[in-house]
């Protein structure tokens, strides 16, 4: 999960999405990888204040292995870009600036959000009905040349602004440097925002990015986990930090694999002397969702064991026995599979994660081998006279070059999951060249899924899971999550483009939510 939420891996994921859904995946800013696409992003720039001397927008820049605001920077230039590291060229993304954030009390402020995978088979999403609002502590200017280096001004992130002069410390939930969501959404609803509407869009911020994600988690869950034996049970919590712009449309910063979970700050009680000090804002956050996470992986709280020696007094059986009632309600909503009729049809990339997967062969690879793509070629019946398995053979070097200079910390040879799916969307190209891409896509998966399910598919599949190939070297494991059961395509297939179907004659509503459940 870890190397997943990685800001270059994070940006690969959404923008796969955007090319296949590019009205429902706007919520995430146009963003460009460093190094690789430093000469598009300066031409498009340039383009841009050609056309138009009177814009000059401004970019953020953020490392891809960094975190609490370490290493971000404005620029207004591409020219002002730091690209190397010594004799290295700095890993990077950078992304549009939002200019109009939403303000209170002329402060720009973010979203931490707790969301909780319970599972990625079936998939289970859990979003925290209360989460925390972190403050800029200067107020909110739109960028100038001047001001780009006030990082507290346009800089929300926690770990910046608490060594600000003007930070505040707050017993009240309502005010300070760090609130309560509900604080904030009460205060917007007070002023006749639709704070359901709001709610229902930060919602499906969530799923829609869990959705572009989970087809890379499955891949390496699939590496980490041996065959036939039962997965642990495993869970990740997740911090989504989002921005609401002026016109309130929620906009996804970033993803943190491993947010903070402190409760507690450090405060100078004394000239030189500082000591830890509970945080009522984060407590009130934080506690519930480590507690209710818990609660849900452990539904069955299973009373302990009591020694036929020992004779537990009244107070000790009390303990030990959990009573629910005793407990708060959840302070975690699960919102899928809740909602997944309204947004099943987006789970195309899944499909071609499966098929990837199902091509392996080697337990424990995460990489197609040349042999095992010619395999899913002639498997699924790809190849023609006019495309030859010569033709593919260049096809897969082609790719796979590309892809190496893309990512060059890799020590794996082959074709990663990226990079199979630029395969699949050339080859949904070539064969349905009237249809736009997601019906081309749609339409070979569909195809090679025929073709899978067929009797004389099972000799491929053999010769693939026969073949050999050296083992992965060992890493930690990042995350694992209840064990994936057998790929079957059908199920999946049939709900996507039923609800593909219902998606394309009916508008998309707003999720009926309510913000107090």
């Known amino acids: ?14 923008r796969t999405m955007q090319e296949l859904f590019p009205e429902e995946y706007d919520f995430y800013p146009r963003s460009w990888i460093l190094p690789e696409e430093y000469q598009q992003f300066t031409t498009q720039i340039r383009l841009v204040k050609d056309n138009d001397a009177s814009v000059n927008p401004t970019f953020i820049v953020k490392p891809d292995g960094g975190s609490q ?45 707790y969301v909780l995978i319970k599972s990625l088979e079936p998939l289970e999403i859990y979003i925290a009905k209360e989460g925390l609002t972190r403050f800029c502590t200067e107020p909110y200017q739109e960028p100038s040349q001047k001001n780009l280096s006030h990082v507290f001004m346009h800089l ?3 770990s910046l602004n608490i060594h600000s002069g003007n930070f505040i410390h707050s017993d009240s939930q309502s005010t300070g440097s760090k609130r309560t969501l509900s604080s904030v959404l009460y205060r917007l609803a007070a002023k006749g925002v639709d704070i359901k509407k709001v709610w229902s869009d930060i919602i499906a911020l969530v799923i829609k990015t869990v959705i572009a994600i989970v087809p890379e988690l499955k891949v390496y869950y699939h590496a980490d986990i041996p065959p036939g034996k039962p997965g642990p049970t495993c869970f990740q919590i997740l911090g989504f930090d989002i921005l609401l712009m002026k016109n309130l449309k929620p906009v996804l910063l970033e993803v943190n694999s491993n947010p903070s979970m402190r409760i507690e700050h450090e405060q100078e009680v004394a000239p030189g002397v500082f000591e830890y000090v509970p945080s009522p804002v984060d407590k009130e956050v934080k506690v519930g969702v480590i507690r209710d996470t818990l609660r849900l992986m452990d539904p069955g709280h299973k009373k302990p064991s009591i020694s036929q020696n020992e004779i537990p007094t009244e107070a000790e059986m009390q303990a030990r026995i959990p009573d629910d009632c005793a407990l708060p309600s959840l302070c975690l909503k699960q919102v899928y599979p809740k909602y997944a009729k309204q947004f099943n049809y987006l789970r195309l990339v899944e499909r071609i994660a499966a098929l990837f997967i199902r091509f392996l062969g080697v337990k424990g690879n995460m990489r197609l081998g040349p042999t095992a793509f010619r395999t899913f070629i002639r498997t699924c019946k790809l190849s023609s006279s006019n495309f030859t398995m010569a033709s593919v053979d260049i096809l897969y070097i082609d790719i796979t070059r590309r892809w190496s200079g893309a990512t060059p910390d890799s020590r794996e040879a082959g074709m990663g999951l990226q990079a199979y799916m630029d395969a699949v969307f050339y080859l949904a190209a070539r064969r349905f060249k009237s249809l736009a891409l997601r019906e081309q896509v749609a339409s070979l998966l569909e195809l090679c899924e025929a073709h899978l399910e067929s009797p004389s598919s099972v000799e491929e599949r053999r010769s693939v899971s026969c073949s050999r190939a050296p083992p992965r070297a ?4 990042t995350l694992g999550l209840t064990q994936l059961q057998p790929y079957s395509p059908s199920p999946l297939r049939r709900a996507a483009s039923q609800d593909y179907r219902l998606h394309r004659r009916l508008k998309p509503r707003a999720l009926k939510v309510n913000v107090e459940n």
């Open 1 to 14: 999960m870890i190397e997943m939420l990685r800001k270059i891996n994070m940006s690969r994921a959404v």
């Open 69 to 113: 605001g370490d290493g971000i920077y404005l620029i207004r230039d591409p020219s002002d870009l730091k690209l190397m590291a010594g004799s290295q060229a700095k890993q990077a993304v950078v992304q549009e600036y939002i200019q109009k954030p939403l303000l209170i009390d002329k402060l720009k402020f973010d979203i931490r959000l």
């Open 156 to 158: 929300t992130n926690y």
């Open 474 to 477: 060992n890493r930690t494991q």
